[in-house]
């Protein structure tokens, strides 16, 4: 099992990430798949998602430290959770990766593959504070950076109808290359959520969670 890491964040809380290597045939073996997640995979075409989808879930289990393993199950907004447990959970996952999170807090995750493409995307989801904070020499990972730390804390609000651009901010104020942490919220016209933000940058990818505060 190639786990790439897996560590405490803000304590209880837990944070992994897999790189699959394995074969689909594998990971059903491995993971024990039960029957509303065979029409999951059903659904999905292509190996690779297939894999991706596997792998979290086999992750996820892999942190719980438990024998049997909790059905991760979706509420009506798509937000899963684990049945059986407290803490809160999280999946993300990129090509070639899996990430997943628990925390008793409301948490999110996000893994991102860095794309040069993103900088034609960031009028979208960028507001006028982040363009203010961002490093023209280190724009293209900022941008990553706010994406996914965006897409974290939208998993973590777990209701639909959130403009990223609006609703969400991520304070990159004094941005280095040694940071490893910031701050982020949710502002809607009825909700303000509060977020730690913390992250591992690798060659090609990110790796972002949100916790709430």
């Not at 999946?91 to 893994?111: F, L, Q």
């Not at 982040?130 to 609000?157: F, N, R, T």
């Not at 940058?201 to 990110?206: A, E, I, L, P, S």
Request: proline fraction near 4%; aromatic fraction near 8%; charged fraction near 25%.
């Amino acid at each position: 099992m190639p786990l790439f890491f897996h560590e405490s964040i803000h304590p209880p809380g837990e944070w992994g990430l897999w790189r699959i290597d394995e074969s689909e045939d594998w990971l059903r073996r491995e993971l024990g798949v039960h029957a509303h997640e065979e029409r999951q995979l059903s659904r999905i075409k292509g190996e690779e998602r297939r894999r991706e989808f596997l792998a979290a879930r086999l992750l996820l289990h892999h942190m719980s430290g438990r024998d049997d393993r909790g059905s991760l199950l979706k509420d009506t907004d798509g937000k899963p959770h684990l049945a059986d447990s407290l803490f809160f959970v999280s999946i993300s996952h990129t090509v070639g990766y899996s990430a997943a999170m628990a925390h008793p807090r409301v948490c999110g995750i996000d893994v991102q593959r860095l794309v040069p493409r993103i900088t034609h995307l960031a009028p979208k989801f960028v507001g006028e504070v982040e363009q203010a904070q961002l490093v023209p020499s280190k724009e293209l990972l900022q941008l990553h950076l706010i994406w996914s730390a965006k897409e974290a804390m939208y998993k973590a609000y777990g209701r639909r109808q959130l403009d990223f651009k609006e609703h969400l901010t991520v304070n990159l104020e004094g941005y280095g290359s040694e940071r490893t942490a910031a701050t982020g919220h949710i502002q809607t016209a009825d909700t303000r959520m509060e977020f730690t933000l913390d992250w591992k940058v690798y060659g090609d990818f990110v790796l972002v969670a949100a916790v709430e505060v």
